[in-house]
């Protein structure tokens, strides 16, 4: 299993910004496909963002243009920059390893506690 650490949430006004970061406890170039989740209250974790170990990355429609996900192999450190942010990017954020499955893209380790971002209207 690895170990994910999310941090960098808060509290923003509607059109500020927000980078968050995530440490795992091991080299993530091996884990290959890296996702931020978000889950806002009474929904579904959902994914938001992924990005390959060679940097090719893929956006959600409702995300796309405003947020930037980036890696850091060396690190073990992957980031989620969100730009103009909106209320309804009110959730807790959460990173994942994931592979394409039979249903979609699923999540391979345990969640970490994730981080909270708020944007005020």
């Known amino acids: 299993q690895v170990q994910f650490m999310e941090s960098g949430g808060g509290l923003v006004q509607a059109g500020g910004s927000l980078s968050l970061s995530c440490a795992a406890s091991?080299?993530?170039?091996?884990?290959?496909?890296m996702g931020w989740y978000r889950q806002a209250p009474g929904n579904q974790r959902t994914l938001v963002a992924r990005i390959s170990n060679t940097g090719a990355s893929n956006y959600a429609d409702s995300v796309k243009g405003r947020f930037t996900i980036s890696r850091d192999n060396a690190e073990n450190t992957v980031y989620l920059q969100m730009n103009n942010l909106e209320p309804e990017d009110t959730a807790v954020y959460y990173c994942n390893a994931i592979r394409l499955g039979t249903w979609g893209w699923q999540p391979l380790h345990s969640w970490g506690q994730g981080t909270q971002v708020i944007v005020s209207s």
């Open positions: 091991r080299n993530i170039y091996d884990l290959n496909v």
